[in-house]
């Protein structure tokens, strides 16, 4: 596609729920990122894919959350057993790389919100 | 540590108005600057970057920056502020093998920016 895509653009849930939110890469793009953006924060890095290399789980706040990326495109993000301070924004970006100064394209993101 | 600070949470300009949105970086090597700009339900837009030689960067919608190694800082200036420019900027870092990890940014916590008729 054009530019990254996201789905679903909102979810509502209630606490202890598991969801996933889906990211569609820009087609190439052989990285892929996960971020967070709560309320009045800046974005929180979550975890990135390159490649066949394994991810970089290093941003995930908790067990609960987990990513995988099939067939080096698209990729899924679940959060297990939702809590409050789950709800945010989780935006994904990707780009041709890693390598520095590579430039990260954003999707609209998912507006998570957990009751 | 490596982090990014935008000490400005909100400002408010008149259309017409100059602008400058402040950028400080803390980073041990050389860093690469990115600024970004999210419309309210969008995601984020790429305004500039800076990788390295002229300091002064132009970007998109009439928007510049200027690194000042000395200060650690990379700020994010317009002449003359369109209501279309009310929306969220962020300053980020990365460098030469990616930011804080090796490929993700490091974001500011963002400054919005309202503009006055």
């Known amino acids: 596609g054009a530019g990254v895509s996201q789905s679903p653009s909102n979810k509502v849930t209630e606490k202890g729920k598991d969801v996933e939110l889906r990211c569609d890469p820009i087609?190439?793009?052989?990285?892929l990122y996960w971020y967070r953006q709560s309320l009045g924060q800046g974005l929180e890095f979550l975890i990135y894919?390159?490649?066949?290399?394994?991810?970089?789980k290093s941003g995930l706040p908790s067990d609960r959350f987990s990513a995988e990326r099939t067939g080096g495109s698209v990729s899924t993000l679940t959060i297990q057993r939702t809590q409050q301070e789950d709800s945010a924004v989780y935006l994904c970006?990707?780009?041709?790389?890693?390598?520095?100064?590579?430039?990260?394209?954003f999707g609209p993101g998912t507006r998570l919100t957990v009751l | 540590a490596q982090s990014v600070t935008q000490p400005d949470i909100h400002i408010t300009v008149s259309e017409g108005a100059s602008l400058e949105l402040r950028c400080n970086y803390s980073?041990?090597?050389?860093?690469?600057l990115f600024w970004y700009v999210q419309s309210p339900g969008q995601g984020l837009q790429l305004l500039l970057k800076?990788?390295?030689?002229?300091?002064l960067v132009q970007g998109i919608k009439g928007f510049e920056a200027e690194f000042k190694r000395s200060q650690s800082s990379f700020n994010l200036r317009k002449p003359s502020v369109h209501w279309s420019d009310a929306a969220e900027y962020f300053c980020?870092?990365?460098?030469?093998?990616?930011?804080?990890?090796?490929?993700?940014?490091?974001f500011g916590k963002g400054t919005k920016l309202s503009v006055k008729p």
């Open positions: 970006a990707s780009s041709l790389g890693i390598a520095g100064g590579l430039v990260q394209f």
């Open positions: 087609s190439g793009h052989t990285a």
């Open positions: 894919f390159q490649g066949n290399s394994a991810p970089d």
């Open positions: 980073y041990g090597a050389t860093p690469y």
């Open positions: 800076y990788f390295s030689g002229d300091t």
């Open positions: 980020a870092v990365g460098g030469p093998s990616g930011g804080g990890s090796q490929g993700n940014l490091i």
